[in-house]
């Protein structure tokens, strides 16, 4: 419960993996915790293993769009 109150407080940061791939966690509509990866292809990768579904607001799913482009630029320099 402490993690999802920082990073409500703090919001996440794209990390560098030790693949080389940009991931970050966010927060869903009902407070799970999402693991988001992006592998340079224009896309991102939504690790839905531990749930039958995941809930994105508006908010998040524009989020997910500007870290595509923030993650495209990344890669790209």
Known sequence: MVYICTMILKEPQLEKNNDGAYCIDIIDEELDI?????DNDGCVNINTEDYSYITLSEENLIRLLELIQETEELYGS
């Open 34 to 38: 999402i693991q988001c990866r992006f």
